[in-house]
């Protein structure tokens, strides 16, 4: 599958700090205890929010995410259940620690400890990848017993994600859905790829732990000290670590790495099912390259590419791990 030569990590365009409305800016000021004299607004990300490392006259620093209940209410309610999520989870795990939010002017604020680090380079570099993969293996641990406090928030699992919203490939062959253009070799597959989409609900609905939901190298930071941090705890849900492990390791796989040896040592995955891997890759397939085509033109293009390059390195792992190459 070819894509559009989007840089991995391209965001689309955030607002700046000077287009917040004035009084939204003396608040956060006024939280932060000090003037802002410098914004460093994130490159990364699919969303059209305020989100920016925040430099404060007294030496502070911290990350803010904002939304206007005007036009963007879908963020204002992501954000927010994104700072629940923070506010709960166990003290020590490698995540940004929530500091305050606010509701000012119409708008919706997350603030949370900055970290002075980058996204992930690519191509993958091994040592970074080792890292986060091992990272995220300490999440998955800390996450398997989850506390009380964190699944009070009524988190949904991952089966009834996957029912609802994942699995597309039984729509397309019910004509309910347009077929996305398929490479020749893959195209008399829709029987199969309906079969092991399938075979996801059940799978990972047997796992009571959390996981991130949505981990990609873009939701990930590499500090000064070679330490790995999650960040975009929005889709958190029940289900198992390692539907998180085989979605970061799409980016492994198109990078030219052993996705097919990374995910099979990873801790995560030593009681998944033989064929959890080609069950997920099915799933995100349909469920991206779906995305990607019935798109409306209201959607960023930087989105589309992601859905389209990521569907694409889905399908692609799936076809060679299925010999249908």
């Given at each position: 599958?070819?894509?559009?030569?989007?840089?991995?990590?391209?965001?689309?365009?955030?607002?700046?700090?000077?287009?917040?409305?004035?009084?939204?800016?003396?608040?956060?000021?006024?939280?932060?205890?000090?003037?802002?004299?410098?914004?460093?607004?994130?490159?990364?990300?699919?969303?059209?929010?305020?989100?920016?490392?925040?430099d404060?006259?007294?030496?502070?620093?911290?990350?803010?995410?904002?939304?206007?209940?005007?036009?963007?209410?879908?963020?204002?309610?992501?954000?927010?259940?994104?700072?629940?999520?923070?506010?709960?989870?166990?003290?020590?795990?490698?995540?940004?620690?929530?500091?305050?939010?606010?509701?000012?002017?119409?708008?919706?604020?997350?603030?949370?400890?900055?970290?002075?680090?980058?996204?992930?380079?690519?191509?993958?570099?091994?040592?970074?990848?080792?890292?986060?993969?091992?990272g995220?293996?300490?999440?998955?641990?800390?996450?398997?017993?989850?506390?009380?406090?964190?699944t009070?928030?009524?988190?949904?699992?991952l089966?009834?994600?996957?029912?609802?919203?994942?699995?597309?490939?039984?729509?397309?062959?019910?004509?309910?859905?347009?077929?996305?253009?398929?490479?020749?070799?893959?195209?008399?597959?829709?029987?199969?790829?309906?079969?092991?989409?399938?075979?996801?609900?059940?799978?990972?609905?047997?796992?009571?732990?959390?996981?991130?939901?949505?981990l990609?190298?873009?939701?990930?930071?590499?500090?000064?000290?070679?330490?790995?941090?999650?960040?975009?705890?929005?889709w958190?849900?029940?289900?198992?670590?390692?539907?998180?492990?085989?979605?970061?390791?799409?980016s492994?796989?198109?990078?030219?790495?052993d996705?097919?040896?990374?995910f099979?040592?990873?801790?995560?995955?030593?009681?998944?099912?033989?064929d959890?891997?080609?069950?997920?890759?099915?799933?995100?397939?349909?469920?991206?390259?779906?995305?990607?085509?019935?798109?409306?033109?209201?959607?960023?293009?930087?989105?589309?590419?992601?859905?389209?390059?990521?569907?694409?390195?889905?399908?692609d792992?799936?076809?060679?791990?299925?010999?249908?190459?």
């Amino acid at each position: 599958m070819s894509s559009p030569p989007t840089p991995p990590h391209a965001g689309v365009p955030r607002p700046p700090w000077s287009a917040l409305p004035a009084a939204l800016r003396y608040a956060i000021a006024d939280r932060l205890g000090a003037a802002v004299v410098a914004a460093r607004v994130a490159a990364a990300g699919f969303t059209g929010g305020f989100a920016a490392v925040l430099d404060a006259a007294d030496g502070g620093r911290v990350f803010v995410k904002a939304a206007a209940s005007a036009g963007q209410a879908h963020l204002v309610d992501s954000y927010a259940r994104e700072a629940a999520i923070l506010d709960r989870l166990p003290v020590g795990l490698p995540a940004p620690r929530l500091r305050w939010t606010l509701y000012e002017a119409g708008w919706f604020v997350l603030c949370t400890d900055a970290v002075d680090g980058h996204s992930p380079l690519r191509p993958w570099t091994p040592a970074e990848l080792e890292a986060t993969l091992a990272g995220y293996a300490e999440v998955a641990a800390a996450l398997a017993d989850p506390p009380a406090a964190l699944t009070a928030l009524g988190l949904p699992h991952l089966a009834d994600l996957a029912r609802s919203d994942i699995l597309w490939w039984e729509e397309v062959a019910a004509g309910r859905e347009p077929a996305p253009a398929l490479p020749v070799h893959v195209r008399g597959r829709l029987p199969d790829l309906v079969e092991l989409e399938s075979r996801l609900p059940r799978y990972v609905a047997r796992s009571p732990g959390l996981i991130h939901g949505d981990l990609r190298g873009d939701n990930v930071l590499v500090d000064m000290d070679g330490r790995v941090w999650f960040c975009d705890w929005t889709w958190a849900c029940s289900g198992p670590a390692w539907f998180d492990v085989a979605g970061l390791l799409l980016s492994a796989y198109a990078d030219g790495l052993d996705a097919d040896r990374l995910f099979a040592a990873h801790p995560t995955t030593a009681d998944a099912p033989p064929d959890a891997l080609d069950a997920t890759l099915a799933a995100l397939a349909g469920y991206y390259l779906t995305g990607a085509d019935a798109a409306p033109a209201t959607v960023p293009p930087h989105l589309t590419a992601h859905r389209r390059r990521s569907g694409g390195q889905a399908l692609d792992w799936l076809a060679r791990r299925q010999g249908w190459a």
